[in-house]
Every structure is written in structure tokens, then in C-alpha cells.
């Protein structure tokens, strides 16, 4: 270990809100009280750079501020000082143990056949918990016991919500019959203008899945109603292939043409969310994929442009879910 630091601060005791300040990003970064306004890091550099801007924050509130290095506290040994840590992090982790129980008293009434909240729920819940836990470990620099206690935890409850997971319905519903790939070969698949998340997600599916010679064209909604018949229509008002039920163009195709590949699932949530702004499955991916897709329209010029890049995004996010790349 390469020693400990010392912060120490005074700020003025009006407006109170900034001593909270200063204290809570203190608490933020793991930083453990010895006495008064003195806390105590682990000299790590990413420790000495925040604390580098605590000092500038202090200032401009009017305080005064600064750290020191230092090898030893006297009287203090070592393991008393990383217990002082691991009692800190005890409290945080007692925070997130009622919010643990209470999942876990969901998913085994779940399984017992009970009226707990959708699978779907249990997910976004336990991915909550998990962010919480998350943040606390990254602070927990001595590994406390409680802290892998509750990982272990954690981690069980994971593997039961996965297995619930994993017998519930694809998130596609099969609208429709199951149509044959090979009526559906060469043909030109139309679509409205500046293609976003379902357009795009679905063009890649067609491409990739269904009509790998599949070529694009983006026309005005009313200029595909009037030539209905002559290509294929998606994402459109009475289209051929668009929104059933509850279920975006994506999860139509899916069960229109009777897709079982799985990672096509983890797609499917993202676009469905994205597109109908449910958040029926909470997938953590979505907000990156949109930011992604709304850059791309941003830089792109053509619709043809935001398809070819559209589809090289959809090819890395359906690796990234374990998916095979069709030859």
C-alpha cells in the first residue's frame, strides 16, 4: 500500500449547503471521517486528483482546504485504519440489505406461484439493486466482508431471476402466420425517410436474417400507400410488415417469419423500448443505443448512409449478445 491522505477543510458556516456539499462528495468518493473535518483516503491517484478539486470547490465557497500524505497515523496500525473503511461500508451495505430481502421475497413468491410484479419488474429492480451495490463496492477499497456477503447474494439471486427469465415467452408474440424466407427474396423493402431505431433494427433483421439481397428504399408515407403492392412495406401505417398489438415492426418480423435465434432477444427489448417508450424491459443497452442511432442521423446525409452505418451497429450489438454472423 502506498500510504494514506489526509483532507482537511473549513468552510464558512453560512450558507449551510455547502458543507453538505463538500460532505457528501467526500461520502461519494469513500472518504471515512477521523475527527472534525479531517478524512482519510488510501493514497490512490485517482484519490489525490479528486481531492484536487474538493481543494478548488472549498475555495470558491470561501473555505480553505488542502491534503497531505502520509505513511503512518499514529496511534493508529494499519488494520485499524482499513477497519475504519470496512465499518463505513458495513453501514452502506446495511442501507441495501431490506431492498435485497424484499427481491429475494419476490422472486421465490414468483415461484411459488404468487402474485408478484412481472418478470420484467424483478429485472429492472434487481438491476437497480445491483447499480447500488455496485457504486458502494468501488469505494469498499479493503474488500469488507460484508461487502462479499452481499456480492454472494447477489450473485443467487441473479442465477433465480435468470432461470425465471429464461421460461418466460420470448418477447415477440407470434402475430400472425409463419411466413416462408423464401417468398421474400430480392425484393426491395420500403420504409418512411430518416430511418431511426425500429427502421433501422428491422432493415438489419431483413438483411440478415430473411433477405440477404433485401435492397432499401425510403419513400413518404403517402407515396407508399399509393404504390402499395410493388415493394415490400415496413414501418408504416398499414404496411406489411409494422406495429401488432403491443409489439413493435422488430418483434413483428421476428414472429412473422418464426426467428428463434436468442440473441435476438436482448434486440428485441432494446427496440421495443426505444420505439414504444414502455420500458417493458428496462435493458440497460438502450440509452447507449440511442445515443448511438441519434448521432448517426446526425452526421449522416442520406438515408442511405444512416442504413449502411445502422447495420454495422446492429451487426456489433447482435455479437455482442453471443449471435453468429450468417455467412
Known amino acids: 500500500m502506498n500510504g494514506w491522505l489526509l483532507f482537511f477543510y473549513t468552510v464558512p458556516a453560512r450558507p449551510v449547503g455547502n458543507r453538505m456539499r463538500i460532505w457528501r462528495k467526500l461520502a461519494r468518493i469513500g472518504a471515512v471521517q477521523m475527527k472534525g473535518a479531517v478524512y482519510l483516503l488510501p493514497d490512490q491517484e485517482e ?32 488494520a485499524e485504519l482499513r477497519e475504519l473503511f470496512n465499518r463505513q461500508r458495513t453501514v452502506d451495505y446495511d442501507q441495501l440489505k431490506k431492498k435485497l430481502a424484499d427481491l429475494q421475497r ?25 447499480d447500488e ?4 463496492a468501488r469505494i469498499d477499497f479493503f474488500a469488507s466482508e460484508t461487502g462479499q456477503k452481499m456480492a454472494a447474494e447477489l450473485g443467487g439471486l441473479e442465477a433465480e431471476i435468470a432461470r425465471l427469465l429464461a421460461q418466460r415467452k420470448e418477447p415477440v408474440s407470434k402475430v400472425g402466420a409463419t411466413l416462408r424466407r423464401g417468398d421474400f427474396q430480392g425484393r426491395t423493402w420500403v420504409t418512411r425517410p430518416r430511418p431511426f431505431v425500429d427502421r433501422l433494427a428491422s432493415a438489419w433483421l431483413i438483411r440478415r436474417f430473411i433477405d440477404p439481397q433485401a435492397s432499401f428504399a425510403f419513400r413518404p408515407e403517402e407515396e407508399i400507400s399509393a404504390a402499395k403492392g410493388e415493394m415490400v412495406s415496413y414501418d408504416v401505417a398499414d404496411g406489411d410488415f409494422t406495429h401488432q398489438q403491443d409489439i413493435c415492426t422488430f418483434e413483428t418480423l421476428i414472429g412473422r417469419f418464426g426467428l428463434s435465434d436468442p440473441a435476438l432477444r436482448p434486440l428485441a427489448e432494446i427496440v421495443h423500448d426505444l420505439d414504444l417508450k414502455d420500458d417493458r424491459y428496462g435493458n440497460p443497452a438502450a440509452a447507449g443505443v440511442e445515443a448511438i442511432i441519434v448521432g448517426l442521423g446526425n452526421r449522416s446525409r442520406s438515408d442511405q448512409e ?22
Open 47 to 78: 484519490h489525490r486528483e479528486n481531492l484536487q478539486w474538493l481543494i478548488k470547490e472549498t475555495s470558491a465557497c470561501g473555505g480553505e482546504a488542502g491534503w497531505a500524505h502520509t505513511e503512518r497515523i499514529h496511534p493508529f496500525k494499519e
Open 106 to 130: 419476490r422472486t421465490a413468491a414468483y415461484q411459488k406461484g404468487g402474485q408478484p410484479p412481472k418478470p420484467e419488474i424483478l429485472r429492472k429492480q434487481f438491476r437497480k439493486l445491483r
Open 133 to 136: 451495490l455496485q457504486a458502494i
Open 306 to 327: 444512416i442504413l449502411a452505418q445502422g447495420l454495422q451497429v446492429f451487426d456489433y450489438l447482435y455479437a455482442s449478445f453471443g449471435g453468429q454472423q450468417k455467412a
